[in-house]
């Protein structure tokens, strides 16, 4: 017997006891999940038509009480986007006028605190969740952020972490009280960014979603907001036939009560 015939042999033999469909085989078909959050919808800025005309399933994260804000949440909503609301909180540094208006700063009371969510909540129509606008002063508050998930939980809203400090006391409040949270694993631009660092910050974000089998981008309209579609763009073209683009509310480390299939829809 020549050894191409033992080669033959010993490979029938192996498929027998070892299948071709082992777990390895299967993790490479494996489908990864990737949201892709927006953040600063609301006012008339870049970026802002010109996500809503590309067909990318983002997440729509809008700032509360802007002209826009209900109008550009009824347009998400009917274009099948999900939307969230971008709530402003207090910073450790940076100008009050980066805020945009009512924002929850330290200086409220804990009813003033509430009630402004809700007044945040009711400003954006179809929100199935919030992420936080700025907010490394009262991320580390754990009075005023339990007044905030609080209310999330009391309007059925999950919570996105936007990793503005690592302090932040959004993680453990919301397993304490059951709300249904994430943290941003990458942001994808800044105030100088081109589409070139948008798109290498797109490749980033894919490779922890192929070592996690998920992962959270957080983008932006306006200043460089025309920059960060086409970065985006061009990304989303190069990837994967298993990367598959999800809402937030897809990738929630608390479940929720609804199917995700179902719930950023109704």
């Known amino acids: 017997m020549n050894f191409k015939k033992i080669a033959i042999l010993l490979l029938i033999t192996y498929s027998m006891f070892f299948p071709i469909t082992t777990t390895f085989a299967e993790n490479i078909s494996e489908e990864v999940k990737v949201a892709i959050i927006i953040d600063d919808f609301g006012g008339n800025v870049k ?7 590309s067909e990318i399933p983002i997440t729509v994260a809008i700032m509360p009480f802007l002209d826009q804000s209900k109008l550009q949440a009824e347009l998400a909503h009917d274009l099948g986007l999900e939307v969230m609301i971008h709530l402003p909180l207090q910073p450790k540094k940076g100008k009050a006028s980066w805020l945009g208006p009512k924002p929850i700063t330290k200086d409220l009371s804990l009813e003033e605190v509430k009630n402004r969510v809700v007044e945040a909540i009711e400003s954006v129509p179809h929100a199935k969740g919030i992420n936080n606008h700025m ?5 580390e508050d754990e009075n005023i952020m339990r007044i ?6 009391e309007h059925h809203l999950y919570f996105i972490d936007s990793g503005t400090n690592p302090k932040s006391v959004i993680p453990q409040l919301a397993e304490e009280l059951g709300v249904p949270w994430a943290r941003r694993d990458i942001f994808l631009d800044d105030t100088r960014s081109s589409s070139g660092h948008v798109y290498k910050q797109m490749q980033k974000l894919i490779k922890v979603a192929e070592k996690n089998g998920q992962a959270i981008g957080i983008g932006h ?3 460089k907001g025309d920059a960060t579609v086409k970065g985006v763009k061009e990304a989303i073209k190069n990837v994967s036939d298993n ?3 999800v809402p937030a ?3 929630l480390k608390t479940k929720i009560e609804k199917k995700p299939d179902y719930f950023w829809q109704e």
Not at 148 to 153: D, S
């Open 135 to 139: 907010g490394s002063l009262i991320v």
């Open 243 to 245: 990367i598959k683009i």
């Open 249 to 251: 509310s897809h990738l």
């Open 47 to 53: 970026g802002v038509k010109d996500f809503f005309d």
């Open 221 to 223: 309209v306006g200043i």
């Open 148 to 153: 905030i998930m609080e209310t999330a939980k």
